[in-house]
């Protein structure tokens, strides 16, 4: 039993961190550890240099192009990246359509993708909610219908994130509305430059163009774009919600925002003691250190359960609510920190009304809600939870 | 024991009832909130007009001699409405310390002003590195020939921006954190040497950061004696804490009612989601939180004119329960809310940051509960 | 509006306070104050101080020999004797089984039993609870059979409190076994010295016996008690739960117990300093005052409501849960407050180890978990305002 | 990085939970805790024959050489069991006393005493107005002749009641709350002058009150130098806090299952209660609670011989994780079981019990949070 890294372990480390001294831009890693908008071209950038270096495919088979990482060095490399101040990879193409192309496509598929998913020629998006299917994504209703070689897709997607970028979208469309309603379900890859195709920029409370609506409006699109087995896309929902998402803890982003919140605790002087040595912020401070050094470790603890060959499954759904919980607190404590400085509401682009870090610090408060919110509710999470590893 | 409202009360609360279900939509508001002021000089005649820009104000000062149950009153109307109007600010604030500070005949000129709806103010009172601390004055107010000279920053000055008259605190003599030796000034907003940069906050209102060099000030500027204004400047504030709770009790009422309403048309797996157990216990806490708030807001409003030990702890108390119980009603509404409860163009998402943002006026949680703390403490050692 | 007693109320409220000094044995108050236990005799004595005063049955119509008092008075009354320390009143006879006579009796039932619980001449016990109908009371098993002018009971209550010491025992009992559930129940009294009748005790985890198992083996019961029609039992049932209950947030037992906790936090000096003057536990005591400040002024405004003729409905599930949540963080408290000497579980009848107040306090803690599993465990006073208040 | 237990773990793991199965019913514990000495010689002896009195010690001193890995198996174990044996106060607390502070010859017999079962021993440390700091000693060792003369009261000494020999802690120098001056010295339980109050504690253990009176001992009965107990003594009480995490950690999961069981069991309204979404969510929370202290118990344990700063943030992280997380276990086990949950005659009464009151053992979730907050001060003033 050691909890300490071996020397392959260790080396390994060392190997990220120098890449990423080397190859992180500075810029772009102060303005993730301030909370600060990345510009597309930001975010493009980084995922073409791991692609480059063959680091960007983490959860690949090696014949696809992964790195044939094991689960402690894909840990490593999550946790190095996000403390280092790395762009959040989108998972929309290597880790969500990716595995199911990998899984479930054509050799034509394969050859056609993959290969652009890893120079990052496509900035895929996510089509899975819709307004009235969120939890209960089943009941999705944008209609696919057979016509020759096209599908015609009419319907409304939602929560697309960063969908003004993409040029490509993944979909679960209705290709028969008469059964069972999982049985109905096909997936999709849409290209979104097709006519019909409309984007709509859903604003968040936090003035952030992070989501949008997607309209499909008699929108064509080639049965080659099936993946799967027609009807048979549910499958592929349910392989995607499984499918191996170790960071889904997040605890390499937290432990850089408290990092960055120790920083700022230490630099903030009111009323002539800096905020750290004031008893009441210092509580908190340490309540949230350990609340995420026990997220840590149970991360770890899958990890190594990982490494040993078992398949985390329902934990994830621990790590998902855990993680976004000390996530979300963190970005409480970071409010308070701000004091009245965190009324003004300030353009990134306009110089800041008070310390430099006030002013994103409600935006990114209330921005992170979305983290208990997406990606599966932390009530869904608990649902899983009790029906799956509590049998209730 | 009588908590019902008088028969004036009353018609006071039909009143802003009525004029917020009239003016204060959702789709009003955020074109008044979206707009170059951010807030409505139309609606702040209508203010005038309706009276209710007199309501705190002293009889003697042509007001309608309004205490804690009218300032709640109007104030948690305000909240169901999220109205945006400089009422705290020039009202509230600076018609308090005019009405406690002003000699008799200036009294009644400067209230005049406020309650006609000619004049607008902001409170400049608290200062960039004092975080919640009034006292915290590095500002000077220098005397110079018949007048005075102001050097500061004030930071954060709610509706600073659009004010005709700024009233600055600043300190002639005393501590940095001592309330001795604070003198409260008019300022007019474009007097030479006052340099604003306006700016809109994250709940939809709008403030400033002001800094003054070398302003010159006649002496008439001077509300009250030199140094003396630290105990009008507490009961100005302490009627703000008011206002602001009874705000929060407001917009959280209409919070709770929009979630609520929520739960019950929306539909996940053939059924509203307010069928679900887990959930409709989470609703009730979230009530039970409101109850709090309403009721902890009621006591301090009742409270204005008791002893000071009782006025502060109730005050305070009411300021951190809104901290508390207003952050759970706010994150658990989003988050019932699902992704809906994360856009901007849902009202429940404008209610969730006024609510959580008011933690932020006048004293946040963390900084309440250091008073309750220390009351606590020196009532042992005094035992 | 005016949150101060009218002069009215004040003189009330004098009047009071004069008699519990005169009236209220010193030890007893002491007793209650540091949650100690008291003996039977002591619970006698008090009721009857207050059926001879014509205090004790608060809420009966004056015709029967209630005081007459305004919701206000009430609560005044209440108020005033918790922070005095006088002894919890039993509820069983006064407030539980007494409205039931009054509102559904016979005239016999009325002459006989109302003046012998104002003289507390029986001591009585509640039968609702049965080991396979807590929450769910209407699934009760317990079966009274008609033959002549006796019903013959068999079956179990259990949480019976204080039961050892009772000599009546008001039940729900089945005597129509074919119907829907609600609609065979009847409403019982039972001399709990009839043969037949077992008092089993339950323990509780604190070493009290506070609750007990009532075992009734074919009891011969006079028809005669039979309170009500026959089948109609859940009538009184539901009647009674919806009976005014002022004194449920328990607010009066709390401030006693929150300035009991102060003295303790002033008197305990823990490594030179005294508790109330550690920053952490100050922080906890002052955050408590703000709760109970908080379940104070709604319960008022609940009073108030009353006053004005409002009829509480729902509103006392909230104040159930708003008032024993606080009773039981306070019990939190004054366990932390006793630190190791938390530790020793001695009888009372021996010399404490360690402060006097330090070892009832961890058992104090324990006992206290009933509050919000009995009367209504608070999980049913939720969805009691689900439904009742919220429409859910 | 590797989180598997090797085959010595391994084997003893299953060693402890077989015998926590075999001997240690719920109904086999009830008649051990009522029993005249609160637990059994039986049973200690199974213990000494299994060689778990030898795991912690070194190999010097004729033990296992455990480490933290195999104080948290064994302290788990014991957890599932809520295992009454003094094992934490002889082995683990006085043990590695022993251990850190004897001479080699004096190290070898004294722990041979241990490891045989002969000898049980007690750790006489904290006092009455020091609530957890083991450096608030007032005891004092004064040297007379070859020995020494010890005076003073030792409060809620863990199984201090049925212990053969006491450890004291003594002070023969410093400030009142030092760790400099501290000497540890053996008393014979029977030795003139020392007065014991025995009592049971409300989790089903043993503890007592110890009053030394002019206690004359041996120079032999020093354990070290004089005035050099201090670093032992920290040493000692971390791996007593990693045995108490760990069977707090054991404890939870035993209250979970329970707890879970009893959901599907219990039925109400026609359906298992487990099937109420509101009640599984909070099922669900109880389990996250386990995860918690697990991970931090299993950190803690794993850095026993980390640096001084590392070491003391993880042991007092997971004290103050057993406190929180603990506590709420324990208040839902109860909840959730209802009247159940309150009987004496449940186990999961006695689970809560002691879940709750390992809080009060060695430092609360105050204690440690306070140290974790300087360090954070410390770390920052430094910086």
Redesign the interface.
Known sequence: MDIEYNAEERAFRDEVRAFLRDNLPADVAEKVKQYKRLTPEEMVHWHRVLGEKGWLAMHWPEEYGGPGWSPVQKHIFEEEAAEAGSPRLLPFGINMVAPVIIKFGTQAQKDYYLPRILRTDDWWAQGY?EP?A???LA?LKTRAERQGDHYIVNGQK??TTLGQHANMIFCLVRTDPTVKKQEGISFLLIDMNSPGVTVRP??????ERE?NEVFFDDVKVPVDNLVGEENKGWTCAKYLLTFERTGIAGVGISKAALAHLKTIARET????TPLIEQP??AERLAELEVELMAVEMTNLRVVAAAEAGGVPGAESSFLKIMGTEVRQKIS?LY??A?????????DESEPA??PEFANVA??T??NL??L???GG???IQ?NIISKAILGL | ??????DE?RMLKDMVDRLVADQYTFEARESIRTSEAGFSAEVWQQFAELGLLGVPFSEAAGGFDGGG?ELMVVSEGFGRGLVLEPYLSTVVLCGSLIDRLADETRRAELAEGIIGGETRYALAS?E??????PH?VRTTARAEGDGFVLDGHK??VAHGDSADRLIVIARSSGE??SAEGLSAFIVEADAAGVHR?G?????G?R?A?VTLEAVHVDADALLGEVGGAGDALESALERGVVALCAEAAGAMEIACDLT?DY??ER????VPI????????R??DM??AL??????T??AA??LESDPAERRQ?IA?AK??VGKAG?LVA?EA??LF??M??????AI??Y??RI??ID??LG?R?WH??A??E???DT??A?
Chains 1, 3 share one sequence.
């Open positions: 909610s009235g969120g939890s209960d009941s939602t929560w859903l604003i968040t409370l936090d003035g989501v002087v009111v009323r002539g009441a912020f409480d409010r308070e701000a004091g009245p400085y965190a009324l003004p509401f300030i009304v008070g409600a935006p408060y209330f809600r979305k208990s919110i997406f509710s932390n009530e608990k | 024991m009588d908590f019902s409202y008088s009360q149950a608290h960039p590195d004092g975080g919640y601390d915290w930071a954060v940095i954190d940069r700016y809109e906050t994250i709940d209102h403030a950061e609520l739960l019950k539909k996940q797996f053939g307010g069928s679900f157990q887990a959930l409709q216990h609703m009730v009530r039970m109850e709090k708030v309403r009721s902890l009621f006591w009742c409270s109730r108390a951190v329960m952050r994150e989003i988050q699902g992704g409860g994360m856009m901007e163009e849902s998402a404008h969730a940051k959580v943002m932020h006026y946040d963390t509960m250091a309750l703390r009351t606590l403490t042992a050692r035992a």
